[in-house]
């Protein structure tokens, strides 16, 4: 992968290798954002698998590095579709939720391709489109998953039988407020070539993570996707080098800042 590499290092990212990171190194203590008092994280044993000692790290890396205390939303994008944008947001939020005791939502702005439900199983009836469409909290579409501290916003059925690049301001209130409602925001939103809602979320957040395929990489997208990130004003903490074969078999390979 090391002409992936090198593209990348010409799109302006420097390399971070993730994978000696060890679980049992623990991060900085947090504060809870909506009680102010310290939370203790919750550790994975020393032995998980290589893939979530990569996703680990990344948590640690932005959620949970005390040198950056105040990033708890995030967006996810693909380059392109089929980056494996979904998984990548989906682990991110089940290993988060693993590590600390606040709360954490997964929303799935991804409108026109709802996906992240299918990740725990659930179905699309109803999410976070209707409670645009109905002005009502969105917190109250979000479901639970047992035994947890982790939450999923769906992105509903009206979401495929309307316009979200038209209802922008709807969308960025409604993730404003679950930012209030949640200790931890992650929002699955579409590829930035082809919609405005990825931006959006992010302006409504703290920033934004892109999210690529190790294979087919094309540099004029990868710096398509950041010159827009950047015109928007959403901070872009980094890239996700997704190595999947499969949603089944897919590992984080490297992050890049």
Known sequence: MSKNFELLRQAGFKQDYFGDVRTETPPAEKINPRVGSPSTARYRAPNAPAQDDQ????????????????????????????????????????????????????????????????????????????????????????????????????????????????????????????????????????????SSTASTAGRAGDGAILVLESTGIALESLLKAKQHLKAARVPLFGVVLNGRKSPAHSLFGQFFK
Request: proline share 5%; hydrophobic share 45%; charged share 20%.
């Open 55 to 194: 996703i680990s790290a990344l948590v640690r890396r932005i959620f949970l590095d005390g040198r950056n205390p105040n990033v708890h939303s995030v967006v996810f994008s693909g380059v392109a579709p089929s980056a494996g944008c979904t998984w990548a947001c989906a682990q991110t939020g089940t290993t988060l939720a693993s590590m600390v005791d606040g709360t954490v939502c997964l929303v799935d702005a991804n409108f026109a391709a709802p996906a992240i439900n299918r990740q725990f199983g659930q179905d699309n009836a109803v999410g976070f489109s209707e409670a645009i469409l109905q002005g009502k909290p969105a917190r109250n579409f979000a479901r639970q998953i047992d035994g947890s501290n982790l939450y999923v916003l769906s992105a509903g059925e009206e979401g495929v039988r309307w316009q979200p690049d038209g209802a922008g301001a709807n969308v960025a209130r409604c993730l404003r407020e679950l930012r209030r409602d949640f200790d931890y925001l992650l929002v699955d939103a579409p590829p930035l070539a082809g």
